[in-house]
């Protein structure tokens, strides 16, 4: 397994999906000319507005294919956060897209923010626990991920469990007192505890934190951002992770098994 050039796209979706697929799509294009195999785009990449509706999926289709065709065209894996409709409400779907443009796997978010006044439950369903989505990027094992899930550390147990070495999270983060230290915490602890690398893409705009990075597997962060959009990029080594493995094998020292509820 060799190295892997990652990038992380922060940007501030609106509800316009024509608008945010062009943004997305030029984000792909600078993580190719900047040499990443992998480009993490954050949750509600498709659309985003301060109080959730369902026709902000409507335009998931379109995006999808504006995605798949930027994949293929710059020979690179994108995963990123859309809105998939479901009747008459909706699904938090991190979908990947593998460098020929095909669809390699989908993560539909199991924790909805039901939480500091807003509530998701009222417009999404839930996926189902105990599924873990990871993908094969060029021989790294990266497991999927989204936003209020970092609250969550059983969820990531799982998908190292599954094999997962990079813990990739699409995000929205709320903002609010506090809130931006908390998600650099969970964000560094997801990494720390299961000495993994974490990429996390977080939008920024009004009433969202930003504050993207990349984090190593002793939960040192490598590269981080803002409260602006902004495309980071980040080198992730194999000897690196084999070094903190070793070094602290609490992933073979645990007592405890996951259990879905």
Not at 166 to 194: C, F, I, M, S
């Amino acid at each position: 397994m060799t190295d892997l050039r990652v990038a992380v796209g922060q940007y501030s979706a609106t509800d316009d999906p024509v608008a945010n697929a062009a943004t997305a799509v030029g984000l792909v294009a600078q993580a190719a000319e900047a040499g990443a195999r992998l480009v993490l785009l954050p949750e509600y990449a498709l659309a985003w507005a301060a109080r959730l509706r369902p026709d902000l999926g409507d335009g998931h289709e379109a995006f999808g294919e504006a995605l798949a065709a930027a994949a293929a065209e710059h020979g690179l894996w994108v995963v990123a956060g859309t809105l998939e409709p479901a009747g008459e409400r909706l699904r938090n779907t991190a979908v990947a897209f593998g460098p020929d443009g095909q669809p390699r796997g989908s993560y539909t978010k199991v924790h909805l923010f039901d939480a500091f006044g807003i509530r998701e439950s009222e417009v999404l369903d839930p996926g189902a626990p105990g599924a873990p989505v990871v993908i094969d990027v060029d021989g790294w094992q990266v497991g999927l991920a989204t936003c209020y899930d970092l609250r969550f550390p059983e969820t990531f147990r799982v998908l190292v469990d599954a094999g997962a070495q990079v813990l990739a999270v699409g995000a929205a983060w709320a903002a609010g007192p506090g809130k931006a230290d908390q998600l650099r915490v969970l964000a560094r602890a997801r990494a720390l505890e299961n000495t993994s690398y974490l990429l996390l893409a977080s939008q920024s705009g009004q009433g969202r934190t930003g504050r993207s990075a990349a984090v190593g597997p002793l939960g040192e962060e490598l590269v981080t951002a803002g409260e602006q959009p902004e495309l980071l990029v980040a080198d992730l080594t194999r000897e690196r992770l084999d070094e903190v493995r070793t070094m602290v094998p609490s992933l073979r020292h645990r007592r405890y098994a996951v259990v879905p509820s």
